[in-house]
């Protein structure tokens, strides 16, 4: 069983900053891409950042410049640093790992509970 757990979600105005943690923790042999993604009320989830194990990233349009994901690699943690927050970032923010759990299997897919983020006008 694996387990994502995400902390840092919370209220902020429009120009500040939160950062956003997630942990896997379980049976892991390996975890392949990582990634947060966000869903807004009456929205469908959309990707915010992703990083792979190699480090590479990428970010939708709407985040490039205000939001950076990171990840431990050892830890199996992934963060994401959010600056200049507008309204419109406002969603609930979920976790996303590929993880492996046995060697020579393939990658699951599994999700944090997700995360409140409010940014006030």
């Known amino acids: 069983q694996v387990q994502l757990v995400e902390s840092g979600g919370g209220l902020v105005q429009a120009g500040g900053s939160l950062r956003l943690s997630c942990a896997a923790s379980g049976s892991i042999f390996s975890v392949g891409d990582m990634a947060w993604y966000r869903q807004a009320p009456g929205k469908k989830r959309e990707l915010v950042a992703t990083t792979t194990s190699g480090g590479r990233s990428n970010y939708a349009d709407s985040v490039k410049g205000r939001f950076t994901i990171s990840r431990n690699i050892t830890k199996n943690t992934v963060s994401l640093q959010m600056n200049s927050l507008k309204p419109e970032d406002t969603a609930v923010y979920y976790c996303?790992?590929?993880?492996?759990?046995?060697?020579?299997?393939?990658?699951?897919?599994?999700w944090g509970q997700g995360t409140q983020v409010t940014v006030s006008s």
């Open positions: 996303y790992a590929a993880v492996r759990i046995r060697w020579g299997e393939t990658f699951y897919e599994y």
